[in-house]
């Protein structure tokens, strides 16, 4: 080697090697979130999404300062156990979820990885945390509060129909909150002077067979609650309620997007963009137990205009005033 190209490589190797050395650190700083999805990604998407831009604004952007590791159960709920227990071998700083069941997964798979939850049902008759303002524990999160608004939908389904007399919730039967929520929309009924059938569903099946018995029953509309197994099955719904002739009620936007009838609900995309926000702070060091479960402050109450003239049903102007949003 000539004494020239030498001193040439030797001048250039302090550059580069700290370039190398930088790279190294980075992708070692890199923090992990893992996300622990209860239905398939396509269905996941419209939750990560706002997840991400909550994550942005506390200063972390996937790809640059932050990975996060997917894991999606495809609507089956046995499998959520060895998924969240391999984001624990994953070693990753926080698990970020959807729904009851993977909330109860990962509680059950870590006591040391921080854990992010959005759930309908209440945080504290779940086991997940001590109590709303102060969690304890690894865990924390979002709660939509989507269970508590039975009767609020049923009031709504009542105005759009007043002749109506006959209507039905369905619920899951293994939801821990069913069996308050069902007292709740008939003590509201009870008010309304309305009957109010309830229906159990599990799987898809169940559904199908509960719409089949809806005219045998001579049920005239219909409430579909919140949470598992309903959330993950959305067009299915819209699509017998609509093959059936039963005006139905939903507890978040996505249905009616999908082609339901109404919604009222807390805004789940907020809902997301706070966990991301909350997944950032823990992040930068902050505990969960002591950040207190963030509660929807906000509800919208969506018409989708076009299936309610697939339907044939009239929506009162009053109605159509409320709405925060009108799909048509």
Same mark, same amino acid.
Request: glycine fraction near 10%; aromatic fraction near 6%.
């Given at each position: 080697?000539?004494?020239?190209?030498?001193? %040439?490589?030797?001048?250039?190797?302090? /550059?580069?090697?700290? *370039?190398?050395?930088?790279?190294?650190?980075?992708?070692?700083?890199? $923090?992990?979130?893992?996300? +622990?999805?209860?239905?398939?990604?396509?269905?996941?998407?419209?939750?990560?999404?706002?997840?991400?831009?909550?994550?942005?604004?506390?200063? &972390?952007?996937?790809?640059?300062?932050?990975?996060?590791?997917?894991?999606?159960?495809?609507?089956?709920?046995?499998?959520?156990? /060895?998924?969240?227990?391999?984001?624990?071998?994953?070693?990753?700083?926080?698990?970020?979820?959807?729904?009851?069941?993977?909330? +109860?997964?990962?509680?059950?798979?870590? %006591?040391?990885?921080?854990?992010?939850?959005?759930?309908?049902?209440?945080?504290?008759?779940?086991?997940?945390?001590?109590?709303? $303002?102060?969690?304890?524990?690894?865990?924390?999160?979002? $709660?939509?509060?989507?269970?508590?608004?039975?009767?609020?939908?049923?009031?709504? *389904?009542?105005? *759009?129909?007043?002749? /109506?007399?006959?209507?039905?919730?369905?619920?899951?039967?293994?939801?821990?909150?069913t069996e308050a929520h069902i007292a709740d929309v008939r003590a509201a009924a009870a008010i309304l002077g309305v009957?109010?059938?309830t229906l159990m569903a599990k799987t898809n099946l169940d559904i199908d067979a509960n719409f089949a018995s809806l005219?045998?029953?001579?049920?005239?509309? *219909?409430?579909?609650?919140?949470?598992?197994?309903?959330?993950?099955?959305?067009?299915?719904?819209?699509?017998?309620?609509?093959?059936?002739?039963?005006?139905?009620?939903?507890?978040?936007? #996505? &249905? !009616?997007? /999908?082609?339901?009838?109404?919604? &009222?609900?807390?805004?789940?995309?907020? #809902?997301?963009? +706070? !966990?991301?926000i909350y997944t950032g702070r823990i992040l930068k060091g902050e505990n969960p137990a002591e950040m207190p479960v963030?509660?929807?402050?906000?509800?919208?109450?969506?018409?989708?205009?076009?299936?309610?003239?697939?339907?044939?049903?009239?929506?009162?102007?009053?109605?159509? !005033?409320?709405?925060?949003?009108?799909?048509?």
């Open positions: 080697m000539r004494r020239r190209d030498f001193i %040439t490589l030797l001048g250039g190797a302090p /550059a580069a090697l700290p *370039l190398a050395a930088r790279a190294q650190q980075q992708q070692a700083a890199m $923090s992990v979130v893992g996300w +622990l999805g209860s239905e398939t990604r396509e269905a996941e998407d419209s939750r990560v999404v706002p997840f991400r831009e909550g994550l942005k604004e506390g200063g &972390y952007s996937e790809g640059q300062n932050v990975t996060i590791e997917y894991r999606f159960a495809d609507g089956h709920y046995d499998r959520l156990p /060895a998924l969240a227990a391999d984001l624990v071998h994953r070693q990753v700083s926080v698990i970020a979820l959807t729904g009851q069941p993977a909330a +109860l997964a990962a509680k059950a798979a870590t %006591t040391t990885i921080s854990i992010i939850f959005q759930v309908a049902d209440d945080p504290v008759q779940l086991g997940l945390v001590a109590s709303l $303002s102060r969690p304890g524990g690894n865990i924390t999160g979002v $709660s939509t509060m989507n269970l508590e608004l039975g009767p609020k939908r049923l009031g709504l *389904l009542v105005e *759009l129909m007043p002749g /109506a007399t006959r209507f039905a919730v369905l619920v899951n039967p293994n939801s821990p909150s009957q109010v059938e005219g045998q029953k001579r049920v005239e509309a *219909l409430l579909v609650s919140a949470g598992p197994p309903f959330g993950q099955r959305r067009a299915q719904l819209a699509t017998l309620a609509a093959r059936h002739g039963v005006p139905t009620i939903y507890p978040d936007r #996505m &249905y !009616a997007e /999908a082609g339901g009838l109404m919604s &009222y609900g807390s805004n789940v995309i907020e #809902m997301y963009r +706070l !966990a991301g963030i509660q929807a402050a906000k509800f919208e109450f969506i018409i989708n205009i076009h299936t309610a003239k697939l339907l044939g049903l009239d929506v009162p102007a009053t109605l159509l !005033a409320r709405a925060d949003e009108v799909i048509d």
